[in-house]
């Protein structure tokens, strides 16, 4: 099945200091991917969704201006949590779809965060 | 998209089929049923995914009432490693969002 490769796996970093996460698409291209967040024990929430080449679409609640997405080119999505917090630490997870029928999601094996 | 509910938790021996459930009374004509699970500390896995048909793959079949407003995922020959939350998630054509719900969380048990 199609790959989506997310780096980092995991990373730490102080408080105050921005972290970026990247997501690929490495053998389709996707002009769309989203990006989730999950917290121990909860479920996966949907923070925002790419889109290559425009400004992407952010859920209720998420600030866009704390999780800076871009999506420069067809296979390539980046988060940047900037000036994180204890508060940001999570698992993110970014995901993106092969169009079809019933188009697919695939998911990136996700971005451990700790801000300490 | 229509919403979905699903047992918080289900175990399964080891070898027997296991039966996980999803009521989406709310689904429209246009709306898929997929079915991903997610393993500890990873990103989901796509299982398998129907329209109106009854569907099988490698991993898994997906059990699509008539009326459409629930479905069934079979795993034929539940193993340790198909312990996991299963997700069931319904919705519309290209381009939208997928919404998680608080999917099952299944045990496979020796």
């Known amino acids: 099945g199609a790959v989506v490769s997310q780096h980092p796996s995991r990373v730490i970093c102080k408080s105050g200091t921005s972290v970026k996460i990247e997501c690929r698409s490495l053998d389709f291209q996707a002009t769309t991917m989203f990006w989730y967040r999950q917290f121990p024990k909860q479920s996966l929430m949907l923070m925002a969704t790419s889109n290559e080449g425009s400004k992407a679409t952010y859920e209720q609640g998420v600030e866009k201006d704390k999780f800076l997405i871009n999506h420069a080119s067809l296979t390539l999505s980046t988060l940047t949590v900037t000036s994180a917090h204890p508060e940001d630490s999570s698992f993110y997870i970014c995901?993106?779809?092969?169009?079809?029928?019933?188009?697919?999601?695939?998911f990136g094996s996700g971005t451990q965060l700790s801000v300490l | 998209d229509a919403k979905t509910t699903q047992p918080p938790s289900m175990d399964c021996a080891e070898g027997r089929a296991a039966n996980l459930p999803c009521n989406h009374s709310t689904i429209s004509g246009n709306e898929y049923v997929y079915w991903y699970r997610q393993i500890h500390s990873q990103g989901p896995q796509y299982i398998i995914h129907g329209l109106k048909n009854n569907e099988t793959n490698e991993m898994a079949s997906l059990i699509i009432t008539e009326d459409r407003k629930s479905s069934t995922l079979i795993l034929p020959h539940a193993t340790l490693r198909d312990t996991a939350v299963y997700y069931c998630i319904v919705r519309a054509n290209t381009g939208n969002q997928f919404y998680f719900g608080t999917g099952t969380s299944l045990t496979v048990i020796p």
């Open positions: 995901s993106a779809g092969i169009s079809g029928i019933g188009e697919k999601l695939f």
